[in-house]
C-alpha cells in the first residue's frame, strides 16, 4: 500500500514539473533562452513555412501561394528601356542576352508582351475567359522565376498588351469580331482578326490580363493597338456593337475603364500611339485623339518612327533619312498639345531597318539626343526581332 503511494505521489510530481516547464517555456522564456533547432530536427520538417515565425509565415503564404505581388506603391522610374517578346520572355537565351543588355548598359527597363498582336498569351494567367477559350499560351521559362530576376537586377518591368488587334479572341468567341457586310468575320491586310472595341466584355477580358500582370510584379501596364484598325478593306469594315459614340470616345472611355479598374493595383498606365498623333488635330480615324488619351494615362508612348512618315512630312522628302529632326519636331509637337496635363511623353525609337538608309548606331543615337534636345528624358527602342544596336547604347 505505501509502495502504491510512493508510486502515486512520484507520477504526481512528475506531471506538476511538466506543466511548470512547459508553462515556462510557453510565457516566460525569453529568444535567447529557446534551444535552437537542432540541424537533424530540422530536416524533418518537411514545410519550410512551420519553422517561421507568424509575421513571416503570414507573408510566406502571401508570395508563395498568393503569388500576388503587386506593388506596394507607385514609384515612378525615367525608363530607358526595349521591346521584349513574349517569345524572348520564354527562350533562356534571349532572355538572358536582353537582361545583360540592360545590366551592362544605360538600359533600366523592359518592355515584356504578355498578350502579343496575335493574341496570344506569354505565360499561363488566370483568367476564366482565356481559359475558357484555350487561348494560345507560349510555354519556355518559369514566369515567376523572370520576374525574380528582373526584380533581383532592379530592372523595372513593362507589361505590353495589345488590345483590340486580337486575333485569338476573335477566331475563338467570333461574335466579338468586326465583320465584314457579308457577315464573316473581317481582317486587316495581313488576314487577321480584330475585336469590336465597342464591347464592354473585350474591355473586362484586356483589363483582368492587366490585373494579372500586376500580380506578377510589373509595375506599369503599357497598351499597344489601343485603337481602330487602320488598314485593310476598310470600306467593308462594320462593328457590330457600334453605338453612335464618336472612335476617339471609346478609346477614351476604355481608357478611363481601366484606369478606375487597375486602381487598386497600384500600376501605372501607359498608352502607344502612332507617331503622327503628335501632329495631327483629328483622331486619324482610328480613335486615337493625342489629347483625350493624355488625360487617363500616366505615359503615353507615340512611336516616332522616321521611317513610318510620309514623304512631306515636317518638309522632308524622305523622312527615315533624317532622323534627328523627325523625332524632335514630332516630340516638341506632343509636348505643345500636352499643356499643363500631368502626362510624361516616353516615345518609341526606330532600331530597325525600313527603307534607305538602314539603321545603325548613328541614326539610333541621332533619335535619342533628339529627345533629350526637346527637354525629354525617357524612351523605348523597338524592334520586333528583339535585336538592338548594342553600339548606340552607353555603357554603364
Not at 295 to 311: A, F, L, Q
Request: proline share 5%; glycine share 6%; aromatic share 10%.
Amino acid at each position: 500500500m505505501k509502495q502504491g503511494k510512493k508510486y502515486l505521489i512520484g507520477i504526481l510530481v512528475l506531471i506538476g514539473v511538466a506543466f511548470i516547464t512547459g508553462l515556462y517555456a510557453k510565457n516566460d522564456f525569453s529568444i535567447e533562452d529557446r534551444k535552437p533547432i537542432n540541424i537533424s530536427e530540422a530536416e524533418k520538417v518537411r514545410e519550410i513555412s512551420k519553422l517561421l515565425p507568424q509575421v513571416e509565415k503570414e507573408d510566406f503564404i502571401e508570395q508563395e501561394l498568393k503569388k500576388d505581388l503587386r506593388p506596394l506603391n507607385k514609384e515612378p522610374v525615367k525608363v530607358k528601356g526595349l521591346y521584349m517578346s513574349g517569345q524572348a520572355f520564354n527562350s533562356s537565351q534571349l532572355f538572358s542576352s536582353l537582361v545583360n543588355l540592360v545590366e551592362e548598359t544605360e538600359l533600366n527597363a523592359l518592355v515584356i508582351d504578355l498578350k502579343d498582336d496575335h493574341g496570344a498569351l506569354t505565360t499561363d494567367l488566370d483568367v476564366q475567359l482565356a481559359q475558357d477559350l484555350k487561348i494560345r499560351t507560349y510555354k519556355g521559362r518559369d514566369a515567376a522565376k523572370n520576374m525574380n530576376i528582373l526584380r533581383s537586377k532592379n530592372i523595372y518591368p513593362i507589361a505590353r498588351i495589345v488590345v483590340f488587334k486580337d486575333p485569338a479572341l476573335a477566331e475563338n468567341k467570333p461574335e466579338l469580331a468586326l465583320r465584314r457586310q457579308d457577315g464573316t468575320v473581317w481582317r486587316d491586310r495581313k488576314q487577321l482578326a480584330w475585336v469590336d472595341p465597342h464591347h464592354p466584355e473585350v474591355w473586362e477580358y484586356t483589363v483582368d490580363i492587366a490585373k494579372e500582370a500586376a500580380k506578377m510584379g510589373f509595375r506599369e501596364i503599357q497598351f499597344d493597338y489601343v485603337r481602330f484598325p487602320s488598314d485593310g478593306n476598310m470600306r467593308d469594315v462594320v462593328y457590330p456593337y457600334a453605338d453612335g459614340r464618336k472612335k476617339e470616345d471609346v478609346i477614351h472611355e476604355f481608357l478611363q475603364f481601366a484606369k478606375k479598374e487597375l486602381e487598386p493595383y497600384n500600376v501605372f498606365l501607359a498608352a502607344d500611339v502612332f507617331g503622327l498623333t503628335t501632329m495631327t488635330s483629328d483622331d486619324m480615324g482610328i480613335g486615337q485623339k493625342f489629347e483625350k488619351i493624355i488625360t487617363e494615362v500616366d505615359y503615353i508612348c507615340p512611336m516616332v518612327y522616321p521611317s513610318h512618315y510620309g514623304s512631306g512630312n515636317y518638309g522632308f522628302t524622305n523622312p527615315n533619312a533624317h532622323p534627328y529632326e523627325i523625332v524632335q519636331k514630332a516630340l516638341l509637337d506632343g509636348l505643345e498639345k500636352i499643356g499643363d496635363v500631368p502626362v510624361v511623353i516616353r516615345p518609341w525609337l526606330q532600331d530597325f531597318d525600313l527603307g534607305k538608309p538602314a539603321y545603325g548606331s548613328a541614326e539610333v543615337r541621332a533619335q535619342i539626343k533628339a529627345i533629350y534636345d526637346a527637354g525629354l528624358e525617357e524612351w523605348l527602342l523597338w524592334n520586333a526581332r528583339n535585336k538592338y544596336t548594342e553600339s548606340a547604347l552607353l555603357s554603364n
